[in-house]
Every structure is written in structure tokens, then in C-alpha cells.
Nanobody, 128 residues
């Protein structure tokens, strides 16, 4: 079973940066696509960014394009989310999740309920 653990959250001022990490264990990352999701208080969970397991293609929600960058290091079994120019509306709990590469399609990549494995989340607060 794949296990995921996020780290790197915290409090940052608007315009600042954070890098989230998602360390995986239990299975090779080669077989999974990874996604970052977030959930703010009182709001539904939403997809932020995802990266395929096959060719490393990356995808971003419109709200974070140009500011966030997802990357993966399969040798380290780790996925990263570099977040720049953070805004107060980025405040949320951030989760990484994994879906088998065979199930990763345009129809599923933003559907959080399709992902099989989840980390415990890390909190990001953007405030002055």
C-alpha cells in the first residue's frame, strides 16, 4: 500500500513562497500519478496541480497557473509543489494524493474521489 506524508506548510505573507513536499513509501512512484488538492474551511476540496506517472506531464488549476510548479523525483519517491506569489485565497489544508497511472485520465485527474491514497495534509496560511 502506498503511503504519503506531506510537509512544508506554514504561515507566509502575501507574495511569499513555500515548497510543499510529499514523501511516498510502500510502492514505486513509477506506477502512480500524483495530485495536490486543497481544502479551505467551509469549501469543497479542489484540485491544484497534478503530474502524470508516465511522461511527467503537469497540469494546473487556472487559479494557480504561473505561480505554482509541481515536480517529482521518482528516485526519492517525492513530489513537490513550489508555490510562489502566494495570495490569501491560497490559504487551505493541502493534501497530496496518488492514483494508479492506468486510472489517470482527463476525466479523473481533478476528481479527488478517484484518488486511492492520501496524505494527512499540511496547513498553508497566507496572511499579513
Amino acid at each position: 500500500q502506498l503511503q504519503l506524508a506531506e510537509s512544508g506548510g506554514g504561515l507566509v505573507q502575501p507574495g511569499g513562497s513555500l515548497r510543499l513536499s510529499c514523501k511516498t513509501s510502500g510502492w514505486s512512484l513509477d506506477y502512480y500519478a500524483l495530485g495536490w488538492f486543497r481544502q479551505a474551511p467551509g469549501k469543497e476540496r479542489e484540485g491544484v496541480s497534478c503530474i502524470s506517472g508516465s511522461d511527467g506531464s503537469t497540469y494546473y488549476a487556472d487559479s494557480v497557473k504561473g505561480r505554482f510548479t509541481i515536480s517529482r523525483d521518482n528516485a526519492k519517491n517525492t513530489v513537490y509543489l513550489q508555490m510562489n506569489n502566494l495570495k490569501p485565497e491560497d490559504t487551505a489544508d493541502y493534501y497530496c494524493a496518488a492514483i494508479h497511472i492506468g486510472d489517470f485520465t482527463p476525466a479523473t485527474m481533478w476528481a479527488w474521489y478517484e484518488y486511492d491514497y492520501w496524505g494527512q495534509g499540511t496547513q498553508v496560511t497566507v496572511s499579513s
